[in-house]
């Protein structure tokens, strides 16, 4: 229906832009991660293996990859039991308040990331709120310290910054059973309960997949909370390629590193559309 | 679905609890005389707030944010809503790759984004400035508005387009005159998102400063240097003005939710 | 006033009773149900028994309340007030998961992410019945429906009306004592419509399940059910079997919305009914009455007038009038015409060739059923116009005495009212 010039229109700009500002990036990245930086901190253009023989022997990069994905397993899981339970209690329980209730998830999102780490370290902190208040009330007598700077914080920051991301689509995907379902369980002899693992659970799976990617992807990723909140051993693999950029200066190395983590993250974003594709029944 | 299950309620409770108390914290402690911290708050003053206003740095990276977040959400419409159109209409070549390139942004961890548009900064001699942020968040917001366009154009019906070539207007009066004006509600959406996630943006930001700074990265050099209560005054404010933008878009969209369904029931009524 | 119409109500009650089967092997009893969403008023003090073994098919415009009376009945909404019973015990207190009561939705409500045999067996399954027991009465019950091919389908793969059918396997299998369908053929096509319908009603005989069938077809209704129950904005209008329902409606709504009629106002003295230039002989008592005259129960005059004994039996009326118009509709045909006073009257014959000019039409004076007249698309009807007892005459003259209207007027431009005023307007754009 629509002629060839609307078409061009249509497509051609954002096809440029795109080509541009997203496809040659990502390729020059994948270039980097084949150059080398020599002493002088010039980069040598020369085609070479040594950055990703160097992430494969040194054990500090891999075990700083797992620690970072054990970081992000653990704030995917809570934010997916937090997020999950209240995308329940609203679609199911909520009745008249929903609306209301959603918003009440959604504004958090508006305050600055960075600010909700802050206050985090504020309430965390050796002379932080929570520290003064449990001796305030006499619980403790000397402030707690492993609260702050510890994977504990970056666990417990991140996950408050994501669990209203997971959250979103696993509502949208809880509104999108159909309630005649819901009633066509009761209607054949099957209790709240046994609705709830044999209708609603499966049927929220692509939600529940979405929310797991968007959790663990983006917490992996993260450089700010470990730097603001995570101490020494709070320290993820995002650092050390931000450190790499920056003071260290190995742009090749960090490359590299980067297209290894892009390469994790598209791995589980197929994964996880795969999943969802088999269990999406709209 | 009578009487919820009370563990159920309780724990709606505790994550609302959980989700608003850093929030809460925020604004208590930028009227905390002794500054950030200690419990429980005391001396209250407004002090941080003059001192706030005093401060000439804060406001200037407050303008650059409000500039990039305006040239980015310019960017992102002016190519993501054309970007919805070639995926909902037209047919091209490597449109699947492009369909994924496009949205890849709102998944992907800021950093990658930051440091591959860095990466071509530096081999092109792009000097880093705002310039070099606009086109960033531009570029990684494109999918949000790429996104929420599509939403609307898959509940436009396609009809309407046809009656309008049908009725003597051309593709360019058909877009102005239907398209858009069935879009409108996305557009206004994907715009207030696109403002305000780049107003927040700090990943893609942190790598392609140059001189001048946005605000989340001024209050990140401070928070660097150490507890500053007059971050969480400028934080207090910013929340008030973003909780106003919410309650006129959430008045915007009820209105128009309203009379789609009453529009849906008559429709309803009419047919049976 | 008050008082009369309290009275009328209690009247009606004992008269539904009455009109049911037979209240010794009543199965499940609806008494006195109320609902309210707000201050919607949805369902007013309906009392119904409904038999074992019966085929009820609750019929009604949309938002009449129908759909509400079934969700009452399946547990997913509760009586604002009265209860409901099924074989002596409180059925309306229990959740949907204890009844004995299956449901066949309108939009059929198949499981998505379960196979067309995990859906029929799910409500065995939750009843904890043995894997052997599951497999042979699921695949009986898609036998039955002729769908064993389809038992490892998914069924978003299958048709409509496929999909309908496993629905009807998934409620049957369960073996409950009472089956709810709502609207279940409404999404298919006419023809598929037809068929299913037959084959509704032979499964309903073989199982010998009360099915309790909502629909806002009244041809669905007269072809499958045992007994309609004709709902109008929550309340019941008339209770009886499909053939009592057409040939003896009880109001002029009911005379209306179930098949096609003539209205006829009439002026009623020493037994002779008299509507503009026709009368008839009528047993009611002197007044002002509506009458309904089917447009098949007027026919031709044959040229020779018919033959005594049949006269005597059945007193036919004869009249003249001239044809306006005449639509063709296959086997029979719809002629409109004019008789001598300006009455228009609707009349279906078999399709044939008319000579031009006046016609002679005649029709037995049984046909003329007296009606109560009910208002069209009022929310708030008055209590008496429901009453069943259209013999009772005394009734009728006592209830038409509060919407007598002054002057004959259109109740509903579908229906067929005859009216002066209307054959006005007809003459004038005639002459």
Known sequence: MFSRAYRTVITVPPLLWVAIFLLVPYALMFCYSFWSVNDAGTILHSWTMTNYHELLTKPVYWQTLLRSMWIAARVMFFSMLLGFLLAYFLSFHAGARKDLYYQLVIIPLWVSYLVRAYAWKTILGTDGVLNTLLQYVHVTKHPLDFLLYSPFAVVLTLTHIYTPFTFLPIYASLEHIPRHLVEASHDLGATPAQTFWRVILPLSIPGLLAGATFAFVLSLGDFLAPLLLGGPSGIMISNIVVSLFGA?????LGAAISLCMLALVLALIFFSERLEKKWSFQ | ?????????????????????????????????????????RDLTLNWYRILF?????????????????????????????AALALDRANFPGKALFRRLVLLPLILPGIITGLSLLMLFRVSNVKLSLLTIILGHGTALISVATTEAFA?????????????????????????????????????????????????????????????NTLPLEIWGRLRRGITPEINAISTIIFMFSLAAIVLWYRLRTRAEVTSEIAAELVETAGS | MQAAKKNMATKTESATTQTSPSTSNSLVSIRSVAKNFGKNIVLRDISLEIAEGEFLTILGESGSGKTTLLRILAGFEHPTSGEVWMSNERLDTQPPYRRRVNTVFQSYALFPHMTVEQNVGYGLSIAKRPAAEIEQRVSEALAKVKMSAYAKSKPSKISGGQQQRIALARALVNRPQVLLLDEPLSALDANLRREMQVELKALQREVGITFIFVTHDQEEAMVMSDRIALLRSGELEQVASPREIYSRPATSYTAQFIGHT??????????TAMCDRLTWPTTIADGEALFSLRPESIRIARIAPPAIGQQKAEPSIRFRATLRDQVFHGATELLRVECAGGLLLTIRTASRDLPKGPLEFEFNAADAVPVRATRLGSNAPDSASKDSASKDSSSVNSSSTDSKPKDFKVQDSNTEVASPKFIKSVKKESA
């Open chain 3, 262 to 271: 003539n209205l006829l106002h009439a002026d009623v003295l020493n037994g």
């Open chain 2, 1 to 41: 679905m009578n009487g919820s299950p009370l563990w159920l309620k309780a724990h709606a409770l505790l994550v609302f609890a959980f989700l608003y108390l850093p929030i809460a914290i925020l604004i208590l402690y930028s009227f905390n005389g002794q500054g950030v911290g200690g419990f429980p708050p």
């Open chain 2, 152 to 212: 609307g154009l898959q509940k436009l019906n396609r009809a309407q387009e046809e009656a309008s070539l049908d009725l003597g207007a051309t593709y360019w009066q058909t877009f102005w005159r239907i398209t858009v004006p069935n879009l409108k509600l996305s557009i206004i959406g994907a715009a207030l998102l696109i403002f305000t996630l780049s107003m927040d943006e700090i990943a893609v930001s942190f790598f392609l400063i140059g001189r001048d």
């Open chain 1, 248 to 252: 260290a200066y190995n742009w090749p």
């Open chain 2, 54 to 82: 005093n401060d000439a740095a804060i406001w200037d990276s407050v303008l650059n944010s409000l500039l990039v977040a305006a040239s980015a959400m310019f960017i992102a419409l002016l190519f993501g809503i054309p």
